[in-house]
């Protein structure tokens, strides 16, 4: 089976640095995605990690840890608009392309 | 942004009637999914689509079915709507053969269902 766990909410100042941690338990693993949906519209693709590392893009990074089933996402100089729920995703592999999503983690951004 | 458009984008029903989402795509991906969102579920999958006229299940397939006659649109239908099945439905593609690092899903706007 497929299990995905990321805290239910968070909240963080604008300004500071936030991590939203993910744990995963798949059958397979073939790549982890996060991605940032805004209340009432569509997910956009944030970042990917299939090796062990950390990926930085801008404010936002990206950390896998394969032995341990564990990522995190790192938002930096938060701004109001970050305000959104993340998504944490697994592609388990096996010849299909289908992600398996936790429930999101909906943080909210205070000045 | 990839061109993927869902219709109806707001729909409320009656439970017992037959409801069809349509996902159009212009983007000629081969991948297509679609998926309902819940609070406290997140996203989970219905069904999808490696090709034309090839579709199979996901998690929670019990009580729709999907079409894919062309490659550009994939059809959701629930034959007979249950208030179970009120839920915010999203499309979404993806390529890895096009995206060939990840094989990102793209998705539509959402289609947001209501059944009474």
């Known amino acids: 089976g497929q299990n995905i766990d990321q805290p239910t909410e968070m909240t963080a100042t604008e300004g500071a640095i936030v991590q939203i941690n993910c744990t995963y338990q798949t059958s397979g693993f073939n790549g982890l995605f996060w991605y940032q949906q805004h209340a009432g519209e569509a997910p956009t693709f944030l970042s990917y990690n299939v090796l062990d590392g950390l990926e930085e893009k801008g404010r936002f990074s990206s950390f896998l840890s394969r032995s341990k089933g564990y990522s995190y996402l790192l938002l930096k100089e938060l701004q109001m608009k970050d305000s959104a729920s993340y998504l944490c995703?697994?592609?388990?592999?096996?010849?299909?392309?289908?992600?398996?999503f936790g429930k999101g983690t909906k943080l909210s951004v205070i000045p | 942004d990839a061109g993927i458009t869902q219709s109806p984008r707001h729909k409320v029903t009656e439970t017992g009637t037959p409801v069809t989402l349509r996902c159009h795509q212009t983007?000629?991906?081969?991948?297509m999914y679609w998926y309902r969102q819940d609070p406290g579920h997140g996203l989970r999958l219905i069904h999808y689509s490696y090709g034309v006229k090839d579709t199979d299940k996901g998690e929670v397939s019990d009580g729709y079915s999907v079409s894919r006659s062309k490659t550009e649109d994939f059809l959701l239908t629930l034959e007979s709507a249950t208030s179970s099945q009120t839920s915010v439905y999203f499309c979404a593609i993806s390529d890895p053969l096009v995206d060939i690092t990840t094989g990102e899903l793209f998705f539509g706007e959402g289609s947001r269902l209501t059944v009474l």
């Open positions: 995703a697994v592609h388990s592999g096996a010849g299909s392309y289908q992600l398996t």
């Open positions: 983007e000629n991906h081969r991948y």
